[in-house]
C-alpha cells in the first residue's frame, strides 16, 4: 500500500473516532468486515477454535486476539497495546451555565491537555448516552452533532495585557464553552438540546428519558496535510489513534497463520485505572477464557512480546534544548524506540533489538528516544501491561510534534512507516524472550 491511500484510510478512520467509544465502535465494523467473530464477556466462550475474535468492554476498550492456524496455543502471542482516548475537554454531568444572554456548558479537563489551543476553535460534541426503557432498562446509543456547536473565546488582549507573557487558564472560569445566546427568549438546556439530536440520529429513542452521558468537546475541523510540498499531517487525536488504526490494519492484513493480539485500552490519558484501562483485567481476562489451564498459559505468556505503541516526541525546531543531545527524532524519519532508564517505558536492550530486527526485515529506519536527565518522563500502557502479563515488551511511537494538543502534527510518511514494523511483527518467527 502506497503512503496517499493508507493516509486516507487513517483520515477516515480519525474523522469517524471523535471519542473512544465510536472508535471502539468502528474498529468493530471493520474487524467484522474482515471475518472477525465478536465474543462477549457476559456469554460463555468454550473451546475457542482456530479462528480470529474480538471482545469490546465497556464500549471504549477493544482486545482482538487470532489463534494461529500454524501454531499451538502455548507458543505465545504477538502483542500490540494502544489506547483509545485523547485530552479533551468532558461535559459535567449538569452542563448548563447561563452568564448573561450566554448560554455555556460546564467542562472538566479529561487528561494532560494542552489548554490553550482549545481557545478560538470550532468545536463540536460527541460520545454516549444513556436513555431509559419503559421496562426499566437501559439502552445506549453513540451521537455525534458533527457540526461547529461551541466555542471558547479567548479574552482580548486589551483586556489582559499579559496574555502572552503570563498565561493564566483558570479551569473553572475560563474554559465553559459558549453554546447560545438567548435575547428574546430563554434558550433550552442542554439536555433538550441533547433529546433533539438524540431523536435526529436515533428516531427509536426519541421522547426517552436521558439518565447520563459521557459527552466531549472535539475539534470538528478533520485531519489535512500542510507543509509546502504536503510533508506534514496535522490532525486532532494522533494520539494515540494513529497507533490504533496501524495495529488495526496490521491485524486484518496478516494471513492469520500466527497467534496475535491487538489490545486497545481506554483512560490512558488519565492512568489507565479503571475497568478499561490497562491498569484493569481486560487483557488477563481475555487471556485467562483463551486459555483457561493456569500452567498452558504462563508457558504461553512466557514465548510472547509485547509492542506498546503511543506517539513519541520529535525534537521541536523552536525548544531544540528540550531534547537530549544526541537523540533528535526527526519527522518522515520513521518509528521511535522509548527507552528509559526507570522503566516508564518498558524498552531494554533485549527487546529494542527485537524491534530493530523487524525494522530492518522490512527495510525501515528506526530512531531512539531518551528524556533528558533533567526533566520528568511521561509513560505509557507498556510497563503495566509487561508487568501484569510478564512478558518483554518495547514501547515504540511515530514521532509527533505538539502532542496532547488539540491538534497535532507528525510526517506525511510516519504513519505507514510505523505500521508496517507492525505487520512483519505479527507475521515473523524472531526470537520473543531472552531467557
Given at each position: 500500500?502506497d503512503t496517499?491511500?493508507?493516509?486516507?484510510?487513517?483520515?477516515?478512520f480519525?474523522?469517524?473516532s471523535p471519542?473512544?467509544?465510536h472508535?471502539v465502535?468502528?474498529?468493530?465494523?471493520?474487524l467484522?468486515?474482515?471475518?472477525?467473530?465478536?465474543?462477549?464477556?457476559?456469554?460463555?466462550?468454550g473451546?475457542?477454535?482456530?479462528?480470529?475474535?474480538?471482545?469490546?468492554?465497556?464500549?471504549?476498550?477493544i482486545?482482538?486476539?487470532?489463534?494461529g492456524?500454524?501454531e499451538k496455543?502455548?507458543?505465545?502471542?504477538?502483542?500490540?497495546?494502544?489506547?483509545?482516548d485523547?485530552?479533551?475537554?468532558?461535559?459535567?454531568?449538569k452542563?448548563d451555565?447561563?452568564t448573561g444572554?450566554?448560554?455555556q456548558?460546564?467542562?472538566?479537563?479529561y487528561?494532560g491537555?494542552?489548554?490553550a489551543?482549545?481557545?478560538d476553535?470550532?468545536?463540536?460534541i460527541?460520545?454516549r448516552?444513556?436513555?431509559a426503557r419503559?421496562d426499566g432498562s437501559?439502552?445506549v446509543f453513540l451521537?455525534?452533532?458533527a457540526?461547529?456547536?461551541?466555542?471558547?473565546?479567548?479574552?482580548?488582549?486589551h483586556?489582559?495585557?499579559e496574555?502572552?507573557?503570563?498565561?493564566?487558564i483558570n479551569?473553572?472560569?475560563?474554559?465553559?464553552?459558549?453554546?447560545?445566546q438567548?435575547?428574546a427568549?430563554?434558550?433550552?438546556?442542554?439536555t433538550?438540546i441533547l433529546?433533539?439530536?438524540m431523536?435526529r440520529?436515533?428516531?427509536?429513542?426519541?421522547?426517552?428519558e436521558i439518565?447520563?452521558?459521557d459527552?466531549?468537546?472535539?475539534?470538528?475541523?478533520?485531519?489535512i496535510?500542510t507543509g509546502?510540498n504536503?510533508d506534514?499531517?496535522?490532525?486532532?487525536?494522533?494520539d494515540n489513534l494513529?497507533?490504533?488504526?496501524?495495529g488495526?490494519?496490521?491485524l486484518?492484513q496478516?494471513?492469520?497463520?500466527?497467534?496475535?493480539?491487538l489490545?486497545?485500552?481506554?483512560?490512558?490519558?488519565n492512568g489507565?485505572?479503571?475497568?478499561?484501562?490497562?491498569q484493569?483485567s481486560?487483557i488477563?481476562?481475555v487471556?485467562?477464557?483463551i486459555i483457561?489451564?493456569?500452567?498452558?498459559?504462563?508457558?504461553?505468556?512466557?514465548?510472547?512480546?509485547l509492542?506498546?505503541?503511543?506517539?513519541?516526541h520529535a525534537?521541536?525546531?523552536?525548544?531544540p534544548?528540550?531534547?537530549?543531545?544526541?537523540h533528535?527524532?526527526?519527522?518522515?524519519?520513521?518509528?521511535?524506540?522509548?527507552?528509559?532508564a526507570n522503566?516508564?517505558?518498558?524498552?531494554?536492550?533485549?527487546?529494542s533489538?527485537?524491534?530493530k530486527?523487524?525494522?530492518?526485515?522490512?527495510?525501515?529506519?528506526c530512531?531512539?528516544?531518551?528524556?533528558?536527565s533533567d526533566?520528568?518522563?511521561?509513560?505509557?500502557?507498556?510497563?503495566?501491561?509487561?508487568?501484569?502479563?510478564?512478558?518483554?515488551?518495547?514501547?515504540v511511537?511515530a514521532?509527533?510534534?505538539?502532542?496532547h494538543?488539540?491538534?497535532?502534527?507528525?510526517?506525511?510518511?510516519?504513519?505507514?512507516?510505523?505500521?508496517?514494523?507492525?505487520v512483519?511483527?505479527?507475521?515473523?518467527?524472531?526470537?520473543r524472550?531472552?531467557s
Amino acid at each position: 500500500m502506497d503512503t496517499s491511500l493508507y493516509n486516507q484510510q487513517l483520515f477516515s478512520f480519525l474523522s469517524a473516532s471523535p471519542t473512544p467509544f465510536h472508535c471502539v465502535a468502528q474498529m468493530s465494523r471493520i474487524l467484522q468486515q474482515h471475518g472477525f467473530t465478536r465474543l462477549r464477556e457476559q456469554q460463555s466462550w468454550g473451546q475457542l477454535s482456530k479462528g480470529s475474535y474480538y471482545v469490546v468492554r465497556q464500549q471504549g476498550a477493544i482486545t482482538a486476539f487470532t489463534l494461529g492456524t500454524d501454531e499451538k496455543i502455548t507458543d505465545g502471542f504477538r502483542i500490540i497495546g494502544a489506547h483509545t482516548d485523547s485530552p479533551c475537554l468532558q461535559l459535567k454531568p449538569k452542563p448548563d451555565v447561563k452568564t448573561g444572554s450566554f448560554h455555556q456548558l460546564a467542562v472538566e479537563v479529561y487528561g494532560g491537555s494542552l489548554l490553550a489551543p482549545w481557545f478560538d476553535r470550532d468545536l463540536s460534541i460527541a460520545g454516549r448516552v444513556c436513555v431509559a426503557r419503559d421496562d426499566g432498562s437501559i439502552d445506549v446509543f453513540l451521537v455525534d452533532f458533527a457540526r461547529p456547536l461551541v466555542t471558547i473565546p479567548s479574552i482580548a488582549i486589551h483586556l489582559f495585557r499579559e496574555a502572552n507573557s503570563k498565561p493564566d487558564i483558570n479551569q473553572q472560569k475560563h474554559l465553559p464553552p459558549i453554546i447560545g445566546q438567548s435575547v428574546a427568549k430563554q434558550l433550552p438546556d442542554f439536555t433538550e438540546i441533547l433529546k433533539d439530536q438524540m431523536a435526529r440520529e436515533h428516531p427509536e429513542a426519541s421522547g426517552r428519558e436521558i439518565l447520563g452521558y459521557d459527552l466531549f468537546c472535539y475539534d470538528h475541523q478533520g485531519p489535512i496535510y500542510t507543509g509546502v510540498n504536503n510533508d506534514f499531517i496535522s490532525a486532532p487525536r494522533l494520539d494515540n489513534l494513529l497507533s490504533c488504526h496501524a495495529g488495526l490494519t496490521a491485524l486484518i492484513q496478516t494471513d492469520r497463520t500466527k497467534n496475535s493480539i491487538l489490545f486497545c485500552s481506554n483512560h490512558e490519558e488519565n492512568g489507565s485505572l479503571s475497568a478499561a484501562g490497562a491498569q484493569g483485567s481486560f487483557i488477563s481476562a481475555v487471556l485467562e477464557r483463551i486459555i483457561p489451564e493456569d500452567g498452558e498459559r504462563r508457558l504461553a505468556l512466557a514465548s510472547s512480546f509485547l509492542i506498546s505503541a503511543d506517539n513519541a516526541h520529535a525534537t521541536h525546531p523552536n525548544y531544540p534544548e528540550k531534547t537530549d543531545p544526541g537523540h533528535e527524532i526527526h519527522l518522515n524519519k520513521g518509528p521511535v524506540i522509548k527507552i528509559n532508564a526507570n522503566q516508564r517505558y518498558t524498552s531494554s536492550g533485549f527487546s529494542s533489538a527485537v524491534y530493530k530486527q523487524l525494522c530492518r526485515i522490512c527495510a525501515v529506519d528506526c530512531q531512539e528516544f531518551v528524556m533528558r536527565s533533567d526533566l520528568a518522563c511521561g509513560s505509557t500502557i507498556g510497563p503495566m501491561t509487561a508487568a501484569r502479563l510478564g512478558v518483554n515488551g518495547v514501547d515504540v511511537g511515530a514521532p509527533t510534534l505538539g502532542m496532547h494538543s488539540i491538534r497535532e502534527l507528525t510526517g506525511r510518511r510516519d504513519p505507514l512507516l510505523f505500521q508496517r514494523p507492525l505487520v512483519t511483527f505479527l507475521t515473523s518467527d524472531l526470537p520473543r524472550s531472552c531467557s
